[in-house]
């Protein structure tokens, strides 16, 4: 029988058969004297041992289209990036360190900033302007509302994708809107340090629809651009592309460089500033951290 790993506890990986069935089941011990840990998200073949208990074995993964290692998942085709317009306030440093998380892993990503029906027009526009040279996909949701849902299960059709962002934004509460059944905890935010409290502990992928699925993760408080060196990271940003080539040197990092094309698409508002200003603050970072 063939399936797709959606969750995995305790040494128990939870296949679905693709006809609405779910088989508990144990990986055999060839993986473990091949160092192989099946993820959530791997495509495997498995054997049933009780179709009453739905129990069975894992005998084999297929071939990965790639892997994440966090989350450790298997087989995305791209990420949904969830940020609150409001309570808690987006963390834009940290939205931009995930979009290079999962670039750097070949994923493409959809930016969402939800609790639309909390926030004000500015507070939103603000949201959206952040991102709007960056060439995502940029959305304004409310799951109490409904405003965007309908865009966004176009951009989810047919593929599987990976919901990421930190705690107290609503993802459980998007989850449960897009997926009734799936029945997941959502968590209130604290009002006394406005950040959510973590309600999902592990990847857990929910069938939406014929080859549609959706993985839940838990709350992100950091993201570090692991492979990405300082030179490197203006690739990430891709609202510079335009300019590469109009600076006066090439290879030009767009931090103290003169006549650098960039920095003036920044003074004349082309670039949004915020974003820039993250942009330097997270490559001096990366440079330091190269230093030592």
């Known amino acids: 029988m ?10 128990f990986y939870y296949v679905h ?3 609405g069935q779910v ?14 840990k099946p993820l959530v998200g791997d495509n495997v073949e498995f054997d049933m041992i009780d179709a009453v208990e ?3 074995n894992i005998r084999s993964l297929y071939a990965r289209s790639n892997e994440l290692l966090r989350p450790a998942v298997a087989n995305v085709d791209q990420a949904l990036i969830l940020f609150a317009a409001r309570e808690p306030a987006p963390n834009f440093g940290l939205l931009d360190r995930l979009l290079i998380m999962m670039e750097e892993q070949d994923v493409s990503c959809i930016v969402c900033f939800g609790k639309a029906d909390l926030a004000s027009g500015e507070q939103m526009e603000k949201c959206l302007a952040y991102c709007a040279g960056a060439g995502f996909p940029l959305l304004a949701l409310s799951s109490r509302t409904g405003q965007g849902l309908a865009k966004l299960n176009r951009l989810l059709a047919g593929r599987t994708t990976v919901l990421a962002g930190p705690s107290g934004v609503g993802k459980s509460t998007l989850l ?17 340090i406005k950040r959510g409290r973590h309600t999902t502990r592990h990847a857990e992928i929910f069938p939406m629809g014929e080859h549609t699925y959706l993985v839940d993760t838990p709350g992100f408080s950091s993201a570090e651009p692991a492979g990405v060196e300082a030179g490197e990271l203006r690739q990430y940003f891709h609202e510079f592309a335009p300019y590469e080539g109009d600076c006066r040197f090439a290879g030009c990092v767009h931090i103290n460089e003169p006549d650098c094309a960039v920095k003036e698409a920044v003074r004349e508002g082309r670039i949004h500033r915020e974003r820039y200003e993250n942009y330097k603050a997270l490559y001096e970072e990366l440079k330091q951290k190269r230093r030592y």
């Open 176 to 192: 449960n809107r897009l997926i009734p059944d799936a029945a997941a905890k959502t968590g209130e935010v604290s009002e006394k």
């Open 23 to 36: 088989y508990e089941c144990k990986a055999k011990g060839i993986f473990r004297n091949r160092r192989e």
């Open 2 to 11: 063939q399936g797709k790993i959606i969750k995995g506890i305790a040494g």
């Open 54 to 56: 739905r129990s069975g």
């Open 17 to 19: 058969d693709g006809q």
